[in-house]
């Protein structure tokens, strides 16, 4: 008996509004390329290890769950964070897992995730090398965050942008319609720890009807309180009506997070990121005591990424796409590679997917260039403008059952 | 030559995602009516006070510009926080209101807003009789809260509710996909000062592929820190994930807002109603401390009341029935009335419009009945999601135009 071709995907790290889709991408090649099955692991690498695993045949059924799926934000096979040791420090969990993948005649190994989990594909499919293994390990990028390298952007990205974007609109019109002969401030607190791809994707809500953020700030520029202060207080005067947008992530001179100053983030996750919270709120009570006037703090928190109600159809057809072509470059022989993003041109707005190698892009963040934000270092520029707005364009409305968007959900008791 | 027939609107109070498809209503039915020019104020009375006023045919000058307006959130005309003084108090300031009407050749005002906005109905109506003067006064009923006495729900409340629920499925969806064998809890925080609706509304995500939150505490039930403690602390040993929803405005035995307890809190408004902050934040703390696992607090905040992207077709809808319904009953001869939404069938759901005697209705705010609300005050009913469920129903697709809803906004160039 010839052995069965299968193959397994995982979703890792923090959710996106069309990892999903990258999962779909994954489960509707995979079967038009003749994969036997397709597994999907439950909650990643994680629970790979305490074999928990799915045949997706159970679970998609139609092309309308393909389509359903597309729409289900939040990792439908559930996510971990979970870094693999180097292979030197626990070669019994390489065994481990490259057991199980055996057992389910696993050819072809699918992991869509950031950073963390393209080191998750690099170790493996160095292993696989090392010791002879045929599985191909391919990554599917994805992120909200928009700072892996090499490829033009991450799924997951665009779509929190258009979110980001579209609240910030409706935010400015609330804001204008409140304030009359009064001042009033408004900050806007946007994603990002390290790098400012989504606090600057707020700069989109410049339209002919909005004119958008007066002033943004991204974490790769050093924060000034005092510069910040008076910058506010000017537009305070001149216009009444301020809106500012600032990522989680600035930091003053001294290294510190703006948000510690309230006193806040003081602990660490599991891979080492300190945990941000209230920059937004922080800085709206730092300006209302200092110019005396009507301020509000606004977080976006998680809804940036998982508001699958407004998505960007680009976003979800590229998510879709790259899940495609990591199939495909696993069923041509490809492994340690990622499938990436790349951009042939802005307008008409035309890309394709690449391929490369995995160990070249592995936990290195891409911040936003110093050249895309102007020099005062307050707002971005029209580069910048020109790279994301492409990326938000179209819409994908959800399937509305009961006046709700509906969603795809895991059947449990089909595990198997 | 025959006196000239005007008419003039104004939106008062917090903005909401439909105040403006009211606008649409008193426009396109005035029109319809025959009045000769539709006046909007600019920020409601007190504008008007500083004769701040359009014309609203120089804004608005075709059907899509009708539709553009349903779809635009906030107060098109702006708003304001003014609370007329007492007539005996300050009959100048009245005197001043009905020169600036006469001098428009005013025949109809109509005020869209919440308990305040009816309040000025009621003061002008009365002064009007006392005086008498012939314009009419009309109240349009408004605000998320769905706190107003005498109509069956307000409008802004279907959308308002639609947006929280989906926003519930959709952080539902993301602590699932997150959660592996590792307790984590989110608490949500919805607007909401005194009465409950909103909160109650996160209740219509359980869905048939959505549990739904967890607990519901809403203002209107006493909170007991400890007994809350102990529900999550069974329920996280039970299912590790745990979903709450809480009203920014829940309350000790004692009286003290639950988010005092984090220090904050300590302002008020030109209303006299205390300004809340972080409710969510608060007791994500509490319960990260006492409970050992990972918390997050996520509030809904601005965007409950001016997401029209997430809009409902009814709430839209019945936002212009009671705009139009406020002119024909002004030229009809009412005055000192407000219009009401009087539901006739919950399914199939049938609303129209009537009228009240605006004295009956102002200053009392209607809160969620304790018989729609669990005995164990955690939960909200069957009747209350019978009650809200028919009010989100229907989509009303923002006009996107490069990837983000398009709003109309004021042209200040032809004000006057």
């Known amino acids: ?13 923090g959710p996106t509004a069309v990892i999903n889709a990258s999962l779909a991408g994954v489960y509707k090649t995979a079967r038009e390329r003749g994969f036997h099955k397709v597994y999907g692991m439950l909650h990643g690498v994680q629970g790979l290890l305490d074999e928990q695993y799915v045949d997706l045949s159970t679970q998609i059924h139609s092309d309308m769950d393909i389509e359903l799926l597309k729409r289900t934000p939040s990792a439908f096979l559930g996510s971990c964070r979970y870094k693999l040791p180097e292979i030197h420090e626990n070669p019994e969990l390489y065994e481990k897992i490259f057991r199980i993948l055996d057992k389910l005649q696993i050819e072809a190994f699918i992991y869509i995730g950031g ?8 170790k493996l499919a160095d292993y696989a090398i090392i010791k002879g293994h045929t599985q ?12 892996l390298a090499l490829t033009d952007h991450t799924p997951g990205f665009g779509s929190a942008a258009k979110y980001i974007a579209a609240s910030t609109k409706e935010i400015i019109r609330d804001a204008l319609g409140l304030s009359y002969n009064k001042e ?7 994603m990002g720890r390290n790098a400012g791809w989504l606090t600057g994707a707020t700069a989109l809500a410049k339209t002919e009807e909005c004119d958008g953020p007066d002033l943004i700030y991204l974490p790769e520029i050093t924060f000034d309180m005092d510069k910040f202060l008076g910058k506010v207080e000017d537009l305070v005067k001149k216009q009444k009506n301020v809106v500012v947008a600032v990522s989680e992530g600035i930091k003053l001179a001294d290294g510190r997070y703006v948000c510690e100053l309230s006193g806040g983030g003081d602990y660490v996750d599991a891979f080492g990121h300190k945990q941000l919270q209230g920059t937004a709120s922080y800085l709206a009570g730092f300006l209302g005591q200092k110019i ?7 977080e976006f928190s998680t809804l940036q ?5 407004m998505a960007s159809r ?9 899940g495609g072509a990591a ?4 069923d041509e022989g490809d492994t340690g590679m990622m499938v990436v993003i790349d951009r042939k041109s802005d307008d008409p707005y035309i890309s394709v997917a690449g391929i490369y190698d995995v160990h070249r892009i592995a936990n290195n963040e891409k911040v936003v260039p110093r050249e895309w934000v102007n020099r005062e270092g307050n707002y971005v520029t029209d580069e910048f403008i020109a790279y994301a707005k492409p990326l938000i364009q179209g819409s994908y409305h959800p399937y509305m059952v009961n006046g709700l968007p509906q969603h795809l959900v895991l059947k449990k008791n089909v595990r198997k």
Do not use: W, Y
């Open 1 to 13: 008996m010839a052995k069965k071709r299968n193959i397994i995907v995982g979703q890792s790290g």
């Open 115 to 122: 950073n963390d989990s393209m080191d998750t594909i690099k």
């Open 136 to 147: 191909k390990f391919l990554g599917v990028p994805k992120t909200i965050d928009n700072d």
């Open 184 to 190: 009033n401030i408004t900050v806007l607190e946007i």
């Open 292 to 298: 005396g006037c009507k301020t509000r703090g606004v």
């Open 305 to 309: 990424r998982c508001a699958s109600h």
């Open 314 to 322: 680009t976003d979800i057809q590229e998510a879709f796409m790259v």
């Open 327 to 330: 199939v495909k470059a696993a």
